[in-house]
T-cell receptor, first 118, second 110 residues
Framework: GAVVSQHPSRVICKSGTSVKIECRSLDFQATTMFWYRQFPKQSLMLMATSNEGSKATYEQGVEKDKFLINHASLTLSTLTVTSAHPEDSSFYIC??????????????FGDGTRLSIL | QQQVKQSPQSLIVQKGGISIINCAYENTAFDYFPWYQQFPGKGPALLIAIRPDVSEKKEGRFTISFNKSAKQFSLHIMDSQPGDSATYFCAASNDYKLSFGAGTTVTVRA
């Protein structure tokens, strides 16, 4: 159980293109989804948190107009990197957290999207 | 700044040996401490997690030891196997946000 699917797994595109990444929770309803960015040999950096039906909360230093997040349903969140440039090249990972009655619920991660901007 | 400090950065262990990774935190509001395993090109996978009211949790070859007073916790991988070669991240959470450690790359030599 607790499978999170992320698509596409890899994308290569030209500078100036906008790229959309999808994150789906396949077997549970995700009240909250998270988007992370990971540079080679580094830890995960939280970019934003999204709750279904409401605006995403961005971490300090993350441009919300650059990284558009939509969480339209309890099983789908999308991240759109607008007008991507080479410095946006990175490994983007989403995670989803299910509904819980008590205490913290674990985050389950997708397999990431390798974004390369030429 | 990193809210969770993780060490060592990397370690090499022989097959059958024990791998030990340590983490320390400052925020006493953290109430959930998961460990994640990540293979190259993949997302992190939840390995094992502990809450602060428990001092130890074991699942198969993986054990978390938790010291609330010292604000430290560690992951022990017993009988390490080549398939355990991966990067391990400790994390701590308050409510829902995860703060990750810097990661430890474990290499198990056959």
């Amino acid at each position: 159980g607790a499978v999170v699917s992320q698509h596409p797994s890899r994308v290569i595109c030209k500078s100036g293109t906008s790229v959309k990444i999808e994150c789906r929770s396949l077997d549970f309803q995700a009240t909250t989804m998270f988007w992370y960015r990971q540079f080679p040999k580094q830890s995960l950096m939280l970019m934003a948190t999204s709750n279904e039906g409401s605006k995403a909360t961005y971490e300090q230093g993350v441009e919300k107009d650059k990284f558009l997040i939509n969480h339209a349903s309890l099983t789908l969140s999308t991240l759109t990197v607008t007008s991507a440039h080479p410095e946006d090249s990175s490994f983007y990972i989403c995670s989803a957290r299910g509904q819980g009655v008590v205490g913290n619920q674990p985050q389950h991660f997708g397999d990431g999207t390798r974004l390369s901007i030429l | 700044q990193q809210q969770v400090k993780q060490s060592p950065q990397s370690l090499i262990v022989q097959k059958g040996g024990i791998s030990i990774i340590n983490c320390a935190y400052e925020n006493t509001a953290f109430d959930y401490f998961p460990w994640y395993q990540q293979f190259p090109g993949k997302g992190p996978a939840l390995l094992i997690a502990i809450r602060p009211d428990v001092s130890e949790k074991k699942e198969g070859r993986f054990t978390i030891s938790f010291n609330k007073s010292a604000k430290q916790f560690s992951l022990h991988i017993m009988d390490s196997q080549p398939g355990d070669s991966a990067t391990y991240f400790c994390a701590a959470s308050n409510d829902y946000k995860l703060s990750f450690g810097a990661g430890t790359t474990v290499t198990v030599r056959a």
